[in-house]
């Protein structure tokens, strides 16, 4: 599948040949600590299949693993792109966020699942708003029950 994205203010852009079947819910404590919300959602691509535009940012982190691991960034707006290899990057975790089709990209398995958020079972019964908390609720049959919103 053929997917573009970019930062939040656009001075970085990318384009990529992806597998939609490799798409992951990572919900390891750096994983929640790196993106502010209870876990995040990537997909792994070979680098040699993403074309990017912009130069990234790097913080080099050690891994659970011993790895050491680079986290890309926009310098400008802040807007987590990827996490690769520190040395030689051989493969992108695109962060899914940043990716225009992920709406099209459901994620396919879930790892570090003992540091996962106990309360997250419990979101699909919560009031519902298409917007805002003082937009209208929406019904719970509703189509845009399942589609992420703006913040």
Request: charge should be positive; include cysteine.
């Amino acid at each position: 599948m053929h997917i573009t994205g970019q930062c939040h203010c656009g001075a970085i852009s990318f384009t990529a040949l992806v597998d939609p079947g490799k798409v992951l819910v990572c919900h390891c404590s750096d994983c929640q600590q790196f993106s502010g919300g209870p876990f995040r959602a990537v997909l792994p691509t070979p680098a040699a299949q993403v074309q990017l535009k912009g130069q990234p940012k790097h913080y080099v982190k050690l891994a659970a693993s011993g790895n050491r691991r680079a986290q890309a960034f926009c310098a400008e707006c802040g807007t987590q792109l990827y996490a690769t290899e520190a040395d030689t990057p051989k493969t992108l975790n695109l962060r899914l966020g940043c990716v225009n089709e992920r709406a099209q990209l459901p994620p396919q398995v879930q790892i570090w699942c003992q540091s996962a958020m106990p309360w997250l079972g419990q979101l699909p019964g919560l009031p519902r708003h298409g917007q805002g908390t003082a937009s209208p609720r929406l019904p719970a049959t509703s189509p845009a029950n399942s589609r992420a919103g703006e913040a």
